[in-house]
């Protein structure tokens, strides 16, 4: 049995990481628009993890992008990716319940590799057993979701935001692939984010929320988690495993995090786990297991260039 190497090693605790984290945001960002209003909780959170990424790269001398192309070219991949993303499904909330919402979020494998097949022709050889490793991912988090006895609200103007959401994210997914930036990363990341907050601030505004932070301690708390955790540290470990895997590979951090999601609501919230439950994750685990054991090359569609000092 082959041991992994330093760099594949790297690239599994990033995908876990990915896993994990952004599994325990769902109970996080529950607690957090409690006392603070959906948009502005949102904006908040990707405006200070932005502005403390690019002070970071400040104070350590990393360089900053020379033209104007590479700033508006990191803004669309924020905008497609925290605003479009994460925004529409903060707002669809309002429509559909979080079951309906996590299911179509998690058909996201399935949308990115149906939108690469139609970007990219060579990628339509794609292994059948990713394919089938999808189909039965998708197919355990729906079992999760009705054996989590969740009411399946569907209110078609909930739906369609989902749905722009998990398009959106792919196509940002897929864009920020394309782009060649002479930055460090820890710039790249940071520009996403801080634009993609300013955003998110001004639709705030429009739609007239509370802008008051005379909220509850849990709430701030949930804040503080969500920008070191969900922002900072999970979303640089996403953009760096899309770098180095197949999206049909990687974005299957997709189906893990609904797992995530029942445990940490079983030991925080005491939300029940039946044997239906543990049937469901089981076979989402059996899906993620065919696509990652199929052996696929890391090597991205378009290579990225050197991410600079």
């Known amino acids: 049995m082959s041991k992994l190497s330093n760099k594949e090693l790297i690239n599994w605790l990033a995908y876990l990481t990915v896993c994990i984290v952004w599994g325990s945001t769902y109970l996080a960002i529950k607690i957090g628009v409690t006392g603070i209003a959906p948009l502005f909780f949102t904006a908040l959170r990707f405006l200070i993890a932005g502005t403390l990424m690019l002070g970071f790269a400040m104070v350590k001398g990393y360089k900053f992008p020379t033209l104007a192309k590479e700033v508006v070219q990191h803004g669309i991949v924020g905008l497609l990716l925290l605003f479009g993303g994460t925004g529409l499904v903060g707002l669809a909330s309002r429509y559909i319940s979080s079951g309906s919402s996590s299911l179509i ?44 006895g969740g009411e399946m609200s569907l209110d078609p103007r909930g739906v369609a935001l989902v749905l722009a959401a998990v398009t ?130 890391p090597k991205p569609v378009l290579e990225k260039t050197d991410q600079g000092a």
């Open 168 to 297: 959106l994210w792919c196509v940002g997914t897929i864009y920020s692939r394309t782009v060649k930036p002479q930055c460090h990363v820890v710039v790249q990341i940071g520009l996403q984010m801080l634009i993609a907050g300013i955003g998110i601030m001004i639709v705030s505004f429009l739609a007239g929320e509370n802008h008051t932070l005379q909220v509850s301690t849990s709430s701030l708390l949930a804040l503080f988690y969500l920008v070191f955790f969900g922002s900072i540290l999970a979303y640089s470990a996403f953009i760096y495993i899309i770098q180095q895997w197949p999206l049909s590979r990687a974005s299957t951090y997709a189906y893990i995090n609904p797992v995530i999601a029942v445990l940490l609501g079983w030991l925080v919230l005491s939300e029940p786990v039946t044997p239906s439950i543990l049937l469901s994750m089981v076979v989402i685990l059996a899906g993620v297991i065919l696509v990652q054991s199929v052996n696929t090359r």
């Open 105 to 148: 979020v998690a058909s996201s494998p399935l949308l990115m590799a149906l939108l690469q097949m139609a970007v990219y022709p060579e990628m339509r050889k794609t292994d059948w057993r990713i394919w089938l490793g999808l189909v039965i991912g998708f197919g355990g988090v729906g079992l999760l979701i009705v054996s989590g």
